[in-house]
């Protein structure tokens, strides 16, 4: 008896010494004192006030350090209700800090605050590399859980996902899986995964009643090379998505997308957010079926060749093309028809959502009266889309009622607009009151 006694003491001890570990690290770790001194370290690192409710043990599924109530003080307050880092154990038993699950639950990351950290991140000496030293990816984590985390944007809006993110041991994701559970683009999903052992991924995301997948690959500067840029390109195939899905909670335009885009950008190994986004640039070529532009009347713009603003113009076909460079967007070669219009044009949109260009709208008037061609000028938002006439094609639509009132105006403007358009090319200038 007292042998299989023995033998269960045995097995029991290292329980009961892991028991004894857990409970004097729970201690540690909860103290007061612990958890102001990291608060203060954090604070030094981050340059902004580093504030923790508590701090202690999270035993599942695996053993951990968890942080309550974290927050980072600063005009837009960064929140994080609950973080946890599980390390790898066996790694830390031998002296090496190495994480292996990070988990960030209930956080609110606004855009303007974590802009600012990252800038005074880069900003500090210890942060800045040598130049050609290799970044350690053995100190990130192998995996990444989100858990209802929102990002808000500068303009106000608020969007809340769902992430699980797994990474290779040379820090690239492998796989990567989201949901957006909150926000504008509500319901989409999509997953990333790599090819093989590739800088290259799969895209796959579900958005708007539709699809938008892909590959994206990733080229690495040379050994050696003089210019350390990081190449990024991707071809994407987008189907039957609902194009105010992408634009919700506005609905400037409804129908459904069919597109091919090339996407790239070029940006230092070392690059913010920021940097990123205004580095990519793509190219699409688009149509949409069942269109609908809200807020513009095109051919009472057309009828009237004055202010329109309001109303709705259905489409029996849109098509052009969309280029980003950064966050400016420019459409070209816009083609719209829909029963007695026909439009063309050109605009641009700024980053700040305003709009400008020109369209040509040609409407059918009757079997025998031909077609008028009214150029328009297109100003406001997308929230607000305005048309009016350019300043040359104002004169024109008067000078043409004067003389036939009722039947001139139209072709009245489409030649002051022309002749405003061959004065700027003669003058070198540009037409004033576009």
Do not use: Y
């Not at 004192?33 to 990291?38: P, Q, T």
């Not at 949109?349 to 709009?355: D, F, N, V």
Request: hydrophobic content about 45%.
């Amino acid at each position: 008896m007292r042998r299989p006694l023995r033998i269960a003491l045995w097995c029991l001890l290292p329980l009961l010494l892991l028991a004894a570990l857990l409970l004097a690290l729970q201690r540690w770790v909860a103290g007061e004192a612990f958890r102001e001194r990291l608060a203060a370290e954090a604070s030094d690192v981050l340059g902004a006030p580093v504030r923790a409710q508590a701090i202690g043990l999270a035993l599942w599924p695996v053993p951990g350090v968890a942080v309550n109530g974290l927050s980072i003080q600063a005009r837009t307050p960064l929140s994080l209700q609950r973080v946890e880092l599980r390390p790898r154990w066996w790694d830390l038993l031998a002296g090496r800090l190495r994480v292996q699950t990070l988990v960030v639950r209930q956080a609110v990351l606004p855009e303007a605050t974590v802009a600012l950290l990252g800038a005074r991140a880069r900003a500090a000496p210890a942060s800045a590399p040598a130049d050609g030293e290799a970044i350690d990816f053995s100190l990130l984590p192998r995996e990444l859980v989100l858990d209802e985390v929102s990002w808000l944007a500068a303009d106000g809006a608020r969007t809340t996902v769902n992430a699980e993110l797994r990474f290779a041991d040379d820090g690239w994701p492998a796989q990567a899986e989201l949901a957006i559970v909150g926000g504008a683009l509500r319901g989409t999903t999509a997953t990333l995964r790599r090819e093989g052992e590739a800088t290259a991924w799969a895209l796959d995301a579900r958005v708007g009643g539709g699809r938008v997948r892909g590959p994206l690959a990733v080229t690495l500067p040379g050994a050696g090379a003089k210019e350390r840029r990081v190449v990024l390109d991707g071809r994407l195939r987008t189907e039957g998505v609902e194009v105010s899905a992408l634009t919700a909670p506005r609905q400037t335009l409804t129908g459904r997308l069919q597109a091919d885009t090339t996407l790239g950008a070029r940006f230092p190994e070392r690059v913010s957010a920021e940097a990123l986004v205004n580095a990519l640039r793509s190219d699409t070529r688009f149509t949409v079926s069942g269109a609908t532009l809200h807020g513009l009347d095109l051919l009472k713009a057309a009828s009237t060749v004055g202010l329109s603003s309001g109303g709705l113009t259905e489409l029996d076909t849109l098509a052009g093309q969309v280029s980003t460079r950064g966050k400016a967007i420019q459409l070209s070669n816009l083609v719209a028809n829909s029963g007695l219009l026909a439009a063309t044009g050109e605009v641009a949109i700024s980053p700040g959502r305003a709009l400008s260009g020109r369209v040509r709208v040609d409407v059918t008037r009757g079997a025998t009266a031909g077609v008028v061609g009214v150029p328009l000028a297109v100003g406001g938002t997308l929230d607000d889309p305005q048309v009016t006439l350019t300043r040359a094609a104002l004169l024109g639509a008067a000078i043409g009622t004067a003389v036939m009132p009722g039947v001139g105006t139209g072709a009245g403007a489409n030649i002051g607009d022309r002749l405003g358009e061959g004065l700027k090319g003669l003058f070198g200038g540009r037409e004033k009151g576009r």
